[in-house]
């Protein structure tokens, strides 16, 4: 379990990243603007922070810079609606540990937080197991996203990685359309849409048919 801090004012995105982190075993606390990121930031203990870069009072360049101005190495996982390769460059650069641009896939962002804790000093979190995700006889590989067991060896697309991600952390788990939609999609997908049986049928193309049951009525069950 990881203490994490989310920098972010859009009170529905950071709901929903707290929602998923919690429910992923983790502790949260919020900031709504950059001032008091950097203040929790320096001085709250955390081993793990989001940030968002259009903040007020202080924007999220501002504060990464000032973070790494003052020596702290916490990684940093910056989201953004700012996509440009310009931006991206400039965040990196910058100290940002890694980049994702929204609208983001919450499965691939909890992926990319147990990579950055993994690769902290303190990796006794879990090492090399904490990259990998085991389940019915596969492993999944959360840094380069192939999946092999059994003689099956195939890279995943990002959607298909966040779903696969998602079905295999909840092995036997009945989960709906609509919580996986929301998980691996985010919170402004279109709740009426098939992108969810779109992508488990690509999935089925590359892990085999049995590994993912449809729960007619209910959702998808990985076995």
């Known amino acids: 379990m990881a203490h994490i801090l989310i920098v972010e004012d859009n009170p529905r995105i950071s709901a929903f990243i707290e929602k998923g982190l919690r429910a992923a075993g983790h502790q949260t606390e919020v900031a709504t603007d950059g001032r008091t990121g950097l203040t929790l930031a ?6 793990l922070m989001v940030l968002d870069l259009g903040l007020p009072g202080l924007d999220g360049f501002e504060l990464l810079q000032a973070l790494r101005g003052q020596g702290h190495e916490l990684p940093v996982i910056v989201l953004t609606a700012r996509d440009s390769v310009e931006d991206t460059v400039a965040v990196l650069e910058g100290g940002a540990n890694d980049y994702m641009a929204k609208p983001f896939q919450f499965a691939e962002l909890l992926a ?3 990579v950055r804790l993994a ?4 990796a006794a979190r879990g090492g090399a197991d904490a990259l990998t995700l085991e389940a019915g006889g596969l ?3 959360q840094r380069t996203r192939i999946v092999e067991g059994a003689g099956l060896h195939a890279e ?4 298909e990685f966040g779903l696969l991600t998602m079905l295999m952390r909840h092995a036997g788990q009945v989960l709906s ?3 996986l939609l929301a998980e ?3 919170v402004d997908h279109d709740v009426a849409s098939n992108v969810v049986d779109v992508c488990v049928r690509q999935l089925r193309q590359k892990v085999g048919p049995g590994r993912i049951e449809t729960v007619r009525g209910a959702g998808y069950r990985f076995r």
């Open 42 to 47: 320096t001085h709250g203990g955390f081993d």
């Open 112 to 114: 990319r937080i147990r």
């Open 119 to 122: 690769d902290t000093p303190d």
């Open 139 to 141: 492993v999944l590989d």
């Open 156 to 159: 995943l697309t990002s959607r």
């Open 177 to 179: 359309r609509q919580q």
């Open 184 to 186: 691996v999609w985010g």
